[in-house]
């Protein structure tokens, strides 16, 4: 079975464009979450979808991020306008809901902005 | 505040010998995970241990949970080069996400 896919591996921004990361869950699960990981804050939780409906859209990422489910199997996370502070990795993570699950990441997608 | 989070931030060991990685949380949980993370690479889960078990293994690993104290630890016993990565404790609270604490930087020398 094929994992979580994540596309591009890399990215290289100027200030102030617009970027989108893609991420294709695992066949079959229901949840899916968007991840920003630096090596100051560890993990941060950005958004996150049940059956494509939006649960949790990241609090202080709200402004300038916006990840949307435009099917079971396909997501996106758009950053505009990208700044220097957003440089890091993204990782996308998928799970079943059935009770206790476990999350199927991706190898993320890192972010530089200039 | 870190709602999970592991009590060192780095730890080395020589080749063979056992290490043990803590993790401490702040709230009643449904489960503690352990993730570890390689380099170039996400998280991939270890061990998932649930609040009514005290103690799981997987092969070289073991995992405990106490949850009068808050704290879960996570062993690898005969450790290899490949068990270098970060380490991450991750807790359930049922909301259908995890927490994950900031992570330990296992480096296993040779």
């Known amino acids: 079975d094929a994992g979580v896919t994540q596309t591009p591996r890399h990215e290289v921004a100027e200030k102030g464009q617009t970027i989108i990361l893609k991420c294709e869950p695992v066949?079959?699960?229901?949840?899916l979450f968007w991840y920003r990981q630096t090596k100051i804050q560890g993990l941060e939780l950005l958004s996150y979808?049940?059956?494509?409906?939006?649960?949790?859209d990241g609090g202080a990422f709200k402004d300038r991020f916006k990840a949307e489910m435009l099917n079971s199997s396909f997501s996106t996370l758009k950053i505009q306008p990208t700044e220097p502070k957003d440089s890091a990795v993204y990782l996308c993570?998928?799970?079943?809901?059935?009770?206790?699950?476990?999350?199927?990441f991706g190898p993320g997608t890192r972010l530089t902005v200039l | 505040s870190q709602l999970a989070e592991e009590n060192l931030w780095a730890l080395s060991v020589h080749e063979g010998e056992s290490v043990t990685v803590n993790c401490s949380y702040k709230?009643?949980?449904?489960?503690l995970q352990w993730y570890r993370q390689k380099s170039g690479e996400g998280p991939a889960q270890l061990i998932l241990?649930?609040?009514?078990?005290r103690e799981k293994r997987n092969g070289r690993l073991r995992a405990t949970l106490d949850t009068s104290s808050q704290s879960s630890s996570l062993s690898i016993t005969a450790t290899r080069c490949e068990d270098t990565a970060v380490y991450f404790c991750?807790?359930?609270?049922?909301?259908?996400?995890?927490?994950f604490g900031q992570g330990t930087k296992l480096s296993i020398k040779p």
């Open positions: 709230t009643s949980i449904t489960a």
């Open positions: 979808f049940r059956s494509k409906s939006l649960m949790e």
């Open positions: 993570a998928s799970s079943l809901r059935l009770g206790v699950y476990e999350q199927y």
């Open positions: 991750a807790t359930d609270l049922n909301q259908g996400k995890l927490i």
């Open positions: 066949s079959g699960h229901n949840d």
């Open positions: 241990i649930r609040s009514n078990e």
